[in-house]
């Protein structure tokens, strides 16, 4: 998918001012779509029998959204104006969504293990298990001890720093991983997105890659090295019961 010697268009070079407008636009609404998960109260979901569906309707609503935007994206990226994407185009629109993929989850990372912090020393118990459920694959120890300990004023100052820390450590991992292995990485994302294998990426497979829930998204993620969240709804669910369970439906005031 790397191809040596080809003349890239300035506009399109990863450092110009607006390489892939398209998909930071796609970014901005997969973050309205997270954050309906994120501003949840996992106590009013044990309360409310509805809410998760009312909460899937919304962000239903709001990922139908995308596909007219990553449809643009990938005119976008059609730098040849023939209806597809060549292996060229291909890998400027990989080395653009990683770019921005990567970007997104990191500022939003930390903005999750903020939350946790606050909610952990407020004991907002519900609060930081969702937090922590969504920042799952995080190597980094989770701000509240599994006995339910309470931190001392110390270790709060501490945990947050060293959080964010893992964030951006994890992140740029990931960065470091792709920009070392483009070639490869490229090339595997290429054979998931050229479904007909005639070296040529129709704009229906780029929206099914992009389309959260699918096995295109799963495959071509996996195959750029790029490690997507823990679906946020799917985590509020779990965080209610780990709430339920904790305090054997008696008082779950402590998850509020």
């Not at 792709?178 to 070639?183: F, G, P, S, V």
């Amino acid at each position: 998918m790397g191809c040596v010697g080809s003349t890239v268009p300035a506009a399109y070079l990863i450092g110009s001012t607006v390489p892939a407008p398209y998909l930071i636009e796609y970014f901005q609404v997969l973050g309205e779509m997270m954050q309906i998960a994120e501003s949840a109260d996992p106590m009013e979901v044990l309360r409310n029998d509805g809410l998760v569906e009312e909460l899937e309707e919304q962000a239903e609503t709001i990922k139908a959204k995308l596909p007219p935007i990553i449809e643009q994206s990938f005119d976008h990226h059609d730098i040849k104006k023939k209806g597809i994407l060549d292996q060229e185009e291909a890998r400027i629109f990989c080395e653009h969504y990683v770019e921005l993929f990567l970007k997104f989850h990191e500022e939003r990372q930390i903005k999750l293990v903020k939350t946790q912090a606050q909610a952990s020393k407020s004991s907002q118990r519900g609060v930081a298990t969702l937090m922590s459920m969504m920042l799952g694959a995080l190597d980094d120890p989770p701000l509240m001890g599994g006995d339910g300990a309470e931190m001392t004023e110390e270790q709060m100052k501490e945990q947050p720093k060293f959080s964010e820390q893992a964030v951006m450590k994890r992140v740029q991992a990931q960065r470091d991983d792709y920009k070392a292995n483009k070639a490869e990485r490229d090339e595997a994302a290429f054979k998931f997105l050229d479904v007909s294998g005639d070296g040529k990426v129709q704009k229906r497979d780029v929206v099914r890659a992009l389309t959260l829930d699918t096995q295109m998204y799963d495959d071509v993620h996996e195959a750029l090295g790029l490690i997507p969240e823990e679906n946020g709804l799917v985590a509020l669910v779990w965080a209610s019961h780990a709430c339920a369970e904790d305090f054997d439906g008696r008082n779950y005031s402590h998850c509020a």
